[in-house]
Nanobody, 130 residues
Framework: QVQLVESGGGLVQPGETRLLSCETS????????VGWFRQSPGKAREAISG????????YYADSVKGRFIVDRDNRDSVAYLQLNSVNVEDTAVYYC???????????????????????WGQGTQVTVGS
């Protein structure tokens, strides 16, 4: 069975750093692009980051660019999202997702397309507050 399990969430103080992990199994991770999404209560789900199979291309939403860092380890089938300089607006459930990589996906203009992601994790809650 396919599994994507996020971890690393919890209460984070404003300005702090937190590393989220997405451990995967049941599919060929090194042929799948990875995306990170988040959703706050009463708000639409937001695509915040993406990464290609090789890790050579990384994508970020304007809301997190310059603060968050996406990475992956194909040997261990794990994706990461490092949250830096967090603020209250970063409070959300964070999800990782994976989709089969193609020539045109992920790309600069398409990485955030939710329909391209085949597998989704259950999410991990990040709450920013003091």
């Amino acid at each position: 069975q396919v599994q994507l399990v996020e971890s690393g969430g919890g209460l984070v103080q404003p300005g702090e750093t937190r590393l989220l992990s997405c451990e995967t199994s049941g599919f060929q991770f090194d042929t799948y692009g990875v995306g990170w999404f988040r959703q706050s209560p009463g708000k639409a789900r937001e695509a915040i980051s993406g990464i290609t199979v090789s890790g050579r291309s990384k994508y970020y939403a304007d809301s997190v660019k310059g603060r968050f860092i996406v990475d992956r380890d194909n040997r261990d089938s794990v994706a990461y999202l490092q949250l830096n300089s967090v603020n209250v607006e970063d409070t959300a459930v964070y999800y990782c997702a994976a989709g089969p990589q193609r020539d045109n996906w992920p790309s600069f203009s398409s990485w955030g397309d939710e329909t391209q992601y085949t597998y989704w994790g259950q999410g991990t809650q990040v709450t920013v507050g003091s």
